[in-house]
Structure formats: structure tokens, C-alpha cells
T-cell receptor, first 114, second 110 residues
């Protein structure tokens, strides 16, 4: 399977705990994106990387959120001190600059904060 | 918040019927995309449109990039039960963030 993969697919945590999600993009895609989707809504942009550089962050990305893409390949999204309002589907997408930059999504990580 | 108005919000149709949904924006976009999402899964790309006025087909799906660059529509012909899902439009500028519509939930009655 050469698509975008995400791990874990589901995460249940207690309020106040830290969680980390991983995204592996389509190989050789140099752009990687994180989105958040709540029930009944379309995905909302959080942040994106071109290679290892984080180029844009949404105002939705509070100080408790941090994303990294250390070697320009996989990325991690960490949420510290989770709150119930963080419960959502976290989606990762990747694209290749110069090939229409079309974004392809992974299956998502469903986070439930109790 | 979201800038794209997608309609209708939901549709309940008979198998074999044609479906039409559209998306409008107050802003211009350089690229329009249509995705389908099944419950618990990520959005799957259906059609990408890169040029104003472009009309593109993918099997039973046809989408158009509006000439004003502020709208797009998606048609599905001869719907089948596996067409059930939520369809999202998305606009893109400058190759970074996608702005999504609120989705159209399609239900097909066999």
C-alpha cells in the first residue's frame, strides 16, 4: 500500500494526558498537512510542512499542539494536556509540489478525550 | 471558519437517479477538488479541477470548475448503493491549505 498511513487509527485518553499521532506520507511527497475534523463538519487546516520546514500554522493550533517532520518524511502531531474539546478526527494529507499539488488523505486518527 | 457553502446538505435518492451538488465561495480559488468520505475513514479524492471552466469526468462522476472561479459542481449519474457517503468540495490557493465545504450527505435507496 503506497498511500498515506496514520497511526494509531483510534486513541482514547483521559483529560490532561498527552497524545502523539504519526503520519507517513506517500513516498517522495514533499508536502505534508494536518487537518482536524469534528462530527458533521468538513476538515479544518492545522499546519503544513514542505520537507522538514513547518511553513504555516492555523490559529486553531494552540500552544498545546506541536507538529514535527524531522527528516522530511514522516510527521508527528502531539497534543499536550488534552481537553475534551480536542476530541476529533485528525487527518494527515500529502502532496507533491509541481504535480498539481493535489492532496491525498490518510485514514485519520480518531481521538476521544474522556 | 469555513468559507465554502455546499448544497444540499443531504440528499435521499432512489438508486439509478442522477445527483447534483454544488459549492460556492466568496473568494476565488485556483483549484477545486471533490472528495468522498465514508464513516470513520479519510476523504478520498474523486476529481481535481485546475482551470476555470474545466469540465472533468471520472466514470459516472462529472465536475466543473466555475468560470468565475468561485464555484464548482459535481454530478453523479445513475447512482448506485455504494455512492452513499459524504461528499466534500475543497478549494485551494497557493498550494497549501484546503478550505472545505460542509459536505453533502448522500443516501441511496435501493
Amino acid at each position: 500500500d503506497t498511500g498515506v498511513s496514520q497511526d494509531p487509527r483510534h486513541k482514547i485518553t483521559k483529560r490532561g494526558q498527552n497524545v502523539t499521532f504519526r503520519c507517513d506520507p506517500i513516498s517522495e511527497h514533499n508536502r505534508l498537512y494536518w487537518y482536524r475534523q469534528t462530527l458533521g463538519q468538513g476538515p479544518e487546516f492545522l499546519t503544513y510542512f514542505q520537507n522538514e520546514a513547518q511553513l504555516e500554522k492555523s490559529r486553531l493550533l494552540s500552544d498545546r499542539f506541536s507538529a514535527e517532520r524531522p527528516k522530511g518524511s514522516f510527521s508527528t502531531l502531539e497534543i499536550q494536556r488534552t481537553e475534551q474539546g480536542d476530541s476529533a478526527m485528525y487527518l494527515c494529507a500529502s502532496s507533491s509540489l509541481g504535480f498539481g499539488d493535489t492532496q491525498y488523505f490518510g485514514p485519520g486518527t480518531r481521538l476521544t478525550v474522556l | 471558519g469555513q468559507q465554502l457553502n455546499q448544497s444540499p446538505q443531504s440528499m435521499f435518492i432512489q438508486e439509478g437517479e442522477d445527483v447534483s451538488m454544488n459549492c460556492t465561495s466568496s473568494s476565488i480559488f485556483n483549484t477545486w477538488l471533490w472528495y468522498k468520505q465514508d464513516p470513520g475513514e479519510g476523504p478520498v479524492l474523486l476529481i481535481a479541477l485546475y482551470k476555470a471552466g474545466e469540465l472533468t469526468s471520472n466514470g459516472r462522476l462529472t465536475a466543473q470548475f466555475g468560470i468565475t472561479r468561485k464555484d464548482s459542481f459535481l454530478n453523479i449519474s445513475a447512482s448506485i448503493p455504494s455512492d452513499v457517503g459524504i461528499y466534500f468540495c475543497a478549494g485551494n490557493n497557493a498550494g497549501n491549505m484546503l478550505t472545505f465545504g460542509g459536505g453533502t450527505r448522500l443516501m441511496v435507496k435501493p
